[in-house]
């Protein structure tokens, strides 16, 4: 399989980062990209990577890198592979890239994320990661945490 790995979006990156979109009966599962980036502007905290395999930017993430002061957890807010890469284990191994750069932080003892209540890929991925869903709903979504 190919490497997996995070790489800040830049200049460089960015507009490749704004091509990548999930498939037409996915796009209300999680917001543009477009979007994730102005949020990313708007909270400093939080930090918007491309997922990459080999040389490939094939999905996104925007995950907090310092302490959600509301809550004392570090939160994936946004997490995508693209349409053209989709069942090919990048999720997996995008996950797995965006858990172990928050574990990297030594305060990072909860890592929390969301998902739409029907997104049934999505809970089970994060599910086969550990994390538990706390019977929160926040915005709407489904809120499950991994306790580091
Ligand atoms: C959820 C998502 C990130 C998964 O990415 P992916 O690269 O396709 O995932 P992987 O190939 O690593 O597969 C992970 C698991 O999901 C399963 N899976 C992936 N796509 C699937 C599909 N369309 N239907 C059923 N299962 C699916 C895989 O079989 C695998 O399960 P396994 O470990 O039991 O074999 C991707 O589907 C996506 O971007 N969806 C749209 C946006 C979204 O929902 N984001 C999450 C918002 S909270």
Known sequence: MAN???KPISDENRETCLQLKPR??????VAPNANSLEKAEREPSTRPYGI??????????????EIYPEDGSFW????????????KGYGKAGLAAVINQ????ADCTKIRISHVPDNTVANRLYKSF???ETGEIIGGETVLD???
């Open 4 to 6: 997996v790995y995070l």
């Open 24 to 29: 037409e009966d996915q796009q209300r599962l």
């Open 52 to 65: 990459y395999a080999d040389d490939t930017m094939v999905g996104f993430a925007l995950f907090d890198e």
């Open 76 to 87: 994936i807010c946004r997490f995508m592979i693209d349409e053209r890469y989709q069942g």
């Open 102 to 105: 928050q574990k990297s932080h």
């Open 130 to 132: 550990g994390f538990v």
């Open 146 to 148: 991994y306790i580091v």
